[in-house]
Every structure is written in structure tokens, then in C-alpha cells.
């Protein structure tokens, strides 16, 4: 779960790691004004979920405070369109007003979980304010990594060597460390699955200071950072599977295809995008209906689907394991009737609950094309979508 | 002897006395599983299905001297219930449930290191032994049957689709073990392969892997050091988009050795078969394993 820059930075100064001074304007008026206490010349950056701000013209240093207003008004409510985004953008509903700073050095570093590793790895490098996935691929030497084993945590010697691995002055090796122990710090508290300052600006008047964060929760958490989930902004992300996590349907992923999918278990979901491209046609959705018992979200599932206009037909691929085939059945057939689907059923059915599942289809008198496995479901539905 | 479970098993439920441990201790017991134990804090005295639940993990194996453990407790307390499992000295804890945050795992894997137990998930669909009839997972029964394959998956329904496929061909399975969808896993691919490459009723191995992580490429570089056995992959995301979580914690490309194609690629440098088609597992297995 991904949370805006000003949050991030809150969290981050609530660790005692420094930020620029700024605050959050969710009107062009409250910009001017917020801009006019901090002097007028400051930097304003429209606050989205998306990267790559700066060169769609979402960050913009101005003199004035009407300057912050006219640049807020035409920011606010307006649909910003990045290379990370889709064409049709992501709305900009607040804007961070803050301190300009004078740079003299940009750095990186980062905190995340390293898989391979299986620990968490602080990552950092001289080479700021760049792609770090390029300074990864081109320059490895100038990547350093540090990983925190969890039962030692974090020790300060490991901020200090990244600040003399940066080449630091020794008057702000000690700042840095204790920047990176407040990293650190929120990183566990916050249970983060990425905490990334980007750059990490050393000023003119020698302050280190957090220039950029993009700070994402662990989506498995939500039942222990309540204060963190309720940071989320459902703006950001794509109306169709924010209506679909609102129903209950929450690995949802909208694609662009024709071919709606519902599948239990994200391996399969993902083979089975698989098998209709290897088909030649294309899924309208991932959609993992998971592996709970429940008709209501089998419900859910077809409802979001309907809610596609790109859907041409529904493929349910569906291998009983925990989530019993018979309860799917139950909750497709209440579904179809619920909406008066249109779009064909594709349907492949195996696992535990298939006989009884079987049944309840065959006995609701709901038309549908049955596949006797993956390939044939797949070949089905990549045709039903092209006939219409 | 199969590589985690066998006809000595003694398999204690924890969480037995919710919705889906009941369920699943019952269909474990009625696949031949030795189901001796459940437990549940408070509900110690009850039954179910003739299996004694208990009100601690410990309590359990002292009274049926159970060595193994399903955990099917909710996410909240999942992780609290892998270090109680851990902690009573288990051979084997197969944890089902999904939804623990990474960084409990992180601390999980960590405590554990040196321990003689072996955890299993969380987030996965467990284990089954056909050749032992025994199974401590949710997996459906009649997609396994009895063989010399051993195959090994990160998703639930993908591991029932090879094993399906797989028996529809003739080929059985020695032990299917579904290591869990995760990015921190309790026991990683390298993990099963070194004992699926020790086992003597393992003949061949399969592997069901997708995008994310490096577990694949680990685990083949081992083969192609140590193991003459024939090996064969799948990875499943190769139409997915970059930069998004595809339902499993662990399935995000970050970056290009990622990819199902690298994963892929990586097999087959390492010596084994990639398998593009999911459909078709069952089919390039069974060609290969034939000539």
C-alpha cells in the first residue's frame, strides 16, 4: 500500500529524520497562504502515488505566494499524466508546499526486503537523484548494501560505514547515522516493504535532508498498522479494482484484454493469462479469488467483470482445493442471474467439490461452455471473445 | 522414504477447531494420514472427527507424541503459532495460512536457522506423499497418485495442475510440496531440491515457479552442480505486467533476471527443460522422461 510524499515525510520526522520544512495544501488558497508564512519562494509538488512528477510539470519552484496559488489551482484536481502512469493519468488532490533547498550533493538510499537475502537490506549510493536501477545495472561498485540481521537490528556502525562509503565528511558521518538508525526505525514500526529517499540532498549549509520519500506498507499488515492504512488514497489507483477490493475481491489487477478471468489461486490466474496469450487472445483481468469459502465473493468477482466494458467473455478456471468448486457454482449461477450477464461463460471445473459443483450448474439451467481442461478452457474463451 | 512426510508422521492440526482446520484434518485423516492431535487455546477436552484437541502445541506432543504440525490459524497469529510449533521441536511445520507480514518471516527464518525443523509456507497449499498416503495440505487427493516424480511448486493451483497432469500421463508423484507464494519462505526451492536430489524414490524432478525472486535461478544453479536427475520447469507470469503485485507477496518483477524468460533461461543453461505451455506440463514431462 503506497502512501503520498507528505505522509511519508511525517512518518519519517516523526523517526527524527530530517525533512524539508513544508506542509500540505489540498487547495490553491491554503497554498497561497502556507506558501506566504514560509516566505514565498518555495518549491510546490503535486502529491501522487505515481514517479517520474518532475518532468510532467508536477513539481515547480516559484517567488510568490499568488505564484504557489496559480500553480496549486491548475495542479489540484487536475489529472496528471507521468511516464508511470497511463495515458489517462492519476487526479492530483493536494500539494506539498515546501522549503526550496540548495543542493550541493545528491545520494540514495533505500531500505527493503532482499528475497534472496531473506533480511532486510539498507541500500545506498553517491549516485542520487538517478534511475537506481540503472546505477545497478552500470555502476554495482557505487551501490552499497548493508543487511540487518534481525536478531542483531540495526547497529550504528552500519550508517556510519555507509557514510564513509559515500565519501562523507566526517562532520556529518555521525548525522547520517543516526538518519539511517530513524530509517531503520520506522522501516520495522511502520512494517514498510519499501522506504526510499531519492534523492537524499547534502545542502549548502551542510544539513542532510530527505529531498523525496516513497514509503509502501506491506499489504499483509493491515491488521496491526491501522493508522497506516487509513493513509491510503484510493484515487490513486485504478477505479476498477478499488471497486473491487470495496466488494471484497482484492487481488483484482485490470488488464486490457477481452477475456475476463476468474481463477482460484494467483499461480494458476497467472498461468492462465498465460495459456489465452499462448492462444492468441488476451485477458481483460487478473483476478485470484483466493482460497476462502465464500459466495459472496464469487459474486463480487463476475459483478466486477460486468463492470468491464472491455469484457467479451468470462473464463472461470477453477482447481478445487480449499475454495470448493460447488460454492463457486453457487455463487456464478446467483451472479449471472443477479446481473444478467451477457458475456459467455467459459467454464473449467476440477478439484475438490467438482460433483456437486457440476450439479448445481447443470441443474440452474445457466448456459455455459465447458472446458475439460486449462488449454481447452482457454482455446473456448479466446473464441467466444473473438465471435462477438 | 519420502522427503518430509511418511507413514511415521503423527500430524497435530493447529486451529482444528475453525471452519477450514476441521475440514482439512478430516480430509488429511481420510487420505491415510496418522492425524493424532489438534489444537485450539481453550478448547482442550473437544473432538474432532475422534482426533483430541489440546490447548497448547507442547501439551499435544507430550500426550500423542505428534512430530508434525498444519497450521491453519488466522494471520494475526499465525506467526505466533509457527514459533509455538518450532519451539515443541517438530520435524515439520506446514503452515497454510496467508497473509503473515513479510518481516515476521524475516525474523522466522532467522530464529530458525540451525533448527532441525523444517517449516513449509506460510501462504501454501502444504504437502502431500501419495507413495506414503500421506498429506498435510489442502491439495485435492485424486490429482496426485503415487510415483517417482518429484515436484515442487510456489503456487497452490499450479501444483494441483501439474499433478494432474503429471498422473493423467502415468506419471505419479514420490512427494509434491507446494513451498508457498511469499517472498520470504519458510524452506526455499534449493531446500526441497537437495532432498528431492537425495531421495532414492525420486527419479525426476519438476518445478513450478513465477516471476519474482531469485528462488528459481538459486535453486537451478544447484542442479546443474550436483543433481543428475532430469529436471523440468514452469514459470507461470510471462504475460504479466511489470511493477505489479500479481496476488502473491513474492510475484513482483523488479528488475530483468526476474522475468518468467530469465527464470526460464536460467533452467535451461542449468541443464533442464523449460516448459512455456502451462497446459502442456504433463505432455513435455512425459515426452522427455520416455525416449
Redesign the interface.
Same mark, same amino acid.
Given at each position: 500500500m503506497k502512501v503520498h510524499e507528505y505522509q511519508a515525510k511525517a512518518i519519517l520526522a516523526s523517526f527524527g529524520v530530517p525533512v524539508p520544512k513544508g506542509q500540505v495544501a489540498n487547495t490553491a488558497d491554503e497554498a497561497r497562504s502556507i506558501a506566504a508564512a514560509m516566505g514565498g519562494k518555495v518549491v510546490v509538488k503535486a502529491q501522487v502515488h505515481a514517479g517520474g512528477r518532475g518532468k510532467a510539470g508536477g513539481v515547480k519552484l516559484v517567488n510568490t505566494a499568488d505564484e504557489a496559488y496559480e500553480v496549486a489551482k491548475r495542479l489540484i484536481g487536475s489529472r496528471l499524466v507521468t511516464h508511470q502512469t497511463g495515458p489517462e493519468g492519476v487526479p492530483v488532490p493536494a500539494v506539498l508546499i515546501e522549503e526550496t533547498i540548495s543542493v550541493v550533493k545528491e545520494l540514495y538510499i533505500s531500505i527493503l526486503i532482499d528475497g534472496a537475502a531473506k533480511s532486510a537490506v539498507i541500500m545506498a549510493s553517491e549516485a542520487g537523484g538517478m534511475d537506481i536501477e540503472e546505477v545497478a545495472a552500470n555502476t554495482p561498485e557505487k551501490l552499497l548494501k548493508v543487511w540487518v540481521d534481525p536478531i542483531e537490528g540495526y547497529q550504528p556502525y552500519m550508517g556510519r560505514n555507509l557514510a564513509y562509503g559515500m565519501g562523507m565528511a566526517q562532520e556529518l558521518v555521525r548525522p547520517m547515522a543516526d538518519l539511517v538508525a530513524g530509517l531503520y526505525k520506522a522501516f520495522i514500526a511502520k512494517d514498510c516493504s519499501l522506504l526510499e529517499i531519492n534523492p537524499l540532498v547534502i545542502t549548502s549549509d551542510n544539513r542532510i535532508l530527505a529531498a523525496d520519500c516513497k514509503l509502501t506498507i506491506d499489504d499483509n499488515s493491515g491488521f496491526r498498522q491501522k493508522e497506516g492504512f487509513g493513509l491510503r488514497d484510493k484515487s490513486q489507483e485504478d477505479p476498477l479494482e478499488v471497486e473491487a477490493s470495496e466488494t471484497g475481491v482484492n487481488n483484482y489487477i485490470k488488464l486490457s484484454g477481452t477475456i475476463g478471468c476468474v481463477v482460484n489461486g494467483a499461480g494458476l490466474a497467472m498461468a492462465t493469462l498465460d495459456t489465452i496469450s499462448l492462444f492468441g487472445g488476451s485477458a481483460a483481468n487478473f483476478l485470484d479469488i483466493g482460497t476462502v469459502n465464500n459466495v459472496e465473493r464469487v459474486v463480487s468477482s463476475v459483478r466486477i467483470l460486468t463492470r468491464d466494458p472491455d469484457v467479451k467473455c468470462i473464463f472461470f478456471n477453477i482447481f478445487g482445493g480449499m475454495a470448493r468448486v460447488d460454492i463457486i457454482a453457487q455463487g456464478l449461477v446467483q451472479a449471472y442471474r443477479e446481473f444478467n450477464v451477457q458475456a459467455p461463460l467459459v467454464a473449467r471445473l476440477t478439484g475438490n467439490g467438482y460433483d456437486e459443483g457440476r450439479k448445481i450448474l447443470m441443474e440452474s439451467g445457466l448456459p455455459f461452455i465447458e472446458a475439460s481442461d486449462m488449454a481447452d478452457g482457454a482455446q473456448k474463451a479466446v473464441a467466444a471473445a473473438a465471435a462477438r | 522414504m519420502s522427503i518430509l512426510l511418511n507413514t511415521q508422521t503423527k500430524l497435530l492440526v493447529q486451529g482444528i477447531t475453525g *471452519?477450514?482446520g476441521s475440514n482439512?484434518a478430516k480430509l488429511c485423516k481420510a487420505f491415510g494420514t496418522n492425524v493424532v492431535a489438534g489444537v485450539t487455546p481453550g478448547r482442550a477436552g473437544q473432538e474432532v472427527d475422534g482426533i483430541p484437541v489440546f490447548n497448547y502445541v507442547a501439551d499435544a506432543v507430550a500426550k500423542t507424541g505428534a512430530n508434525a504440525s498444519i497450521i491453519f490459524v488466522p494471520? *494475526?497469529f499465525a506467526t505466533d503459532a509457527i514459533y509455538e510449533a518450532v519451539d515443541a521441536g517438530l520435524d515439520l511445520v506446514v503452515c497454510?495460512t496467508?497473509?503473515? %507480514?513479510? #518481516?515476521d518471516?524475516?525474523?522466522v !527464518?532467522?530464529?530458525m536457522r540451525g533448527s532441525k525443523t523444517v517449516l513449509i509456507g506460510p501462504n501454501c497449499?502444504g504437502v502431500i506423499a501419495p507413495p506414503e498416503k500421506a498429506k498435510a495440505g #489442502?491439495? %485435492?487427493s485424486?490429482?496426485f497418485t503415487p510415483g517417482r516424480v518429484g515436484l515442487v511448486? !510456489?503456487? +497452490?493451483?499450479?501444483?494441483?495442475?501439474a499433478g494432474?497432469q503429471l498422473s493423467a500421463q502415468g506419471l505419479g508423484q514420490s512427494t509434491a510440496v507446494g513451498i508457498g507464494?511469499d517472498?520470504?519462505p519458510g524452506t526455499s526451492f534449493i531446500d526441497i531440491l537437495r532432498r528431492f536430489n537425495a531421495d532414492p524414490d525420486t527419479d525426476s524432478i519438476v518445478i #513450478?515457479g513465477? #516471476?519474482?525472486?531469485? +528462488?528459481e535461478q538459486?535453486g537451478a544453479e544447484y542442479l546443474k552442480a550436483e543433481c543428475k536427475k532430469p529436471f523440468f520447469a514452469?514459470i *507461470? +507470469?510471462?504475460?504479466?505486467?511489470p511493477g505489479?503485485?500479481?496476488?502473491?507477496?513474492? *510475484?513482483i518483477i523488479s +528488475?530483468a533476471d526476474v522475468t518468467?524468460d530469465a527464470k526460464l533461461k536460467a533452467v535451461e543453461r542449468a541443464g533442464g527443460t523449460a516448459i512455456?505451455?502451462?497446459?502442456?506440463i504433463g505432455k513435455v514431462v512425459a515426452a522427455a522422461l520416455k525416449t
Open positions: - | *471452519a477450514e482439512h494471520a *494475526a497454510i496467508d497473509g503473515l %507480514p513479510t #518481516i518471516m524475516v525474523s !527464518r532467522r530464529y497449499p #489442502i491439495m %485435492p485424486s490429482s511448486s !510456489r503456487s +497452490g493451483t499450479l501444483l494441483y495442475e494432474a507464494g517472498p520470504v #513450478i513465477e #516471476i519474482g525472486g531469485t +528462488g538459486e514452469f *507461470a +507470469g510471462a504475460s504479466a505486467p505489479r503485485r500479481m496476488g502473491h507477496a513474492g *510475484a +528488475g518468467a512455456r505451455n502451462p497446459a502442456e
